[in-house]
């Protein structure tokens, strides 16, 4: 598939843009295991035409990250193109507009999901940014408002005709949230229409290689993204990829393996942030997802979520490999 001068081979992997959690580390991580293209975290258009520090922050590009795409949002159309421009001058292969967060936070200003229920002012957002900066403008949506509000095969040829380079779909929508299952039926209809030219990107309940499977041969799509089934689980890229080359299932690392990976991920952060606490900060969402379907994990779950210090981390970590070494975690599939 093609974006813009850029051309991937294959089906290649995408990390989903997840805010809090696609930062540095994280993306090394998944990069590591087979990603194909990275995302930032999401950044308010707003906040970058203020100039704030911490969302320029999030910008921040690395040459292992690439191909990498900066992914922005917001409601005021003329903000979105001053956003983009700024992000243009970090140089990503591709800007992505954020038109499917459904959290609150986002949806009230009317940016993120709220742009499905104004097909028309996001066609024109989009249309303005692709006029606005030279490299290739994608975005990333989901199937509409509610169950009764899927609009997203119109969303998709007015994202086309703005001049939009890919297109990737979250097969829920905003009312679902995380909650349910995706619909993958919809996506299909996007990338089978007979007007649809772009690339598209399939996104929702991939969490092994066999639903990736599922997926493309359902929908015909030309990518598919990888969002919350890999965080604590990173190395889900190469076990998509491996399935879809021989149709056999690797199995899971141990929690040995397991504890070698975030100790990893643990040491990018304290290499990258300015202090201990911020670094750890950052990894406890990580923390709770790592260890899955252990029996009796609780209490040492808890004393990871709250510990202070490096030295306190690696010591639990330690005492999870003493007692579950040779065990493998138990992933969704």
């Not at 983009?84 to 986002?106: H, S, W």
């Not at 889900?236 to 149709?247: A, D, M, N, P, S």
Request: proline residues 5%; hydrophobic residues 40%.
């Amino acid at each position: 598939m093609k974006i813009g001068k850029l051309i991937l081979e294959g089906t290649p992997l995408f990390l989903a843009p997840m805010e809090d959690v696609t930062y540095k580390s994280f993306r090394w991580m998944c990069k590591k295991y087979g990603a194909d293209v990275m995302y930032t975290e999401f950044v308010s258009s707003e906040a970058l035409v203020r100039d704030v520090k911490k969302s320029k922050q999030k910008m921040v590009l690395f040459d292992f990250d690439r191909p990498v795409a900066i992914q922005i949002y917001g409601h005021n159309i003329d903000s979105m193109v001053r956003a983009a421009q700024v992000a243009e001058e970090l140089q990503p292969d591709f800007i992505d507009i954020n038109f499917g967060c459904p959290m609150k936070k986002i949806i009230r200003h009317g940016a993120g999901a709220a742009m499905l229920r104004d097909l028309p002012k996001m066609q024109q957002m989009a249309a303005e940014i692709v006029k606005a900066v030279k490299v290739p403008v994608t975005a990333k949506t989901r199937l509409g408002w509610d169950k009764n509000d899927k609009p997203i095969v119109e969303a998709a040829l007015r994202l086309q005709d703005a001049g939009i380079a890919a297109l990737a779909i979250h097969g829920r929508t905003r009312e679902q949230l995380y909650t349910g299952v995706a619909d993958w039926t919809l996506i299909g209809e996007v990338k089978n229409h007979p007007q649809i030219q772009i690339p598209i990107i399939g996104n929702g309940d991939i969490t092994g290689g066999e639903k990736a499977k599922n997926l493309l041969e359902q929908t015909g799509v030309d990518a598919l993204m990888i969002g919350r089934p890999a965080i604590g689980r990173p190395w889900i890229f190469r076990e998509v990829k491996h399935y879809l080359q021989t149709g056999e299932t690797l199995p899971s690392p141990t929690v040995a393996e397991v504890v070698e990976n975030v100790k990893e991920q643990m040491q990018l952060n304290l290499e990258w942030k300015d202090n201990e606490r911020s670094a750890i900060l950052m990894m406890r969402r990580h923390f709770a997802k790592y260890f899955p379907g252990l029996p009796n994990f609780r209490e040492l779950k808890i004393k990871l979520l709250r510990a202070e210090t490096n030295t306190e981390v690696t010591g639990i970590l330690d005492e999870i490999v003493e007692r579950y070494g040779s065990v493998r975690p138990v992933y969704e599939e």
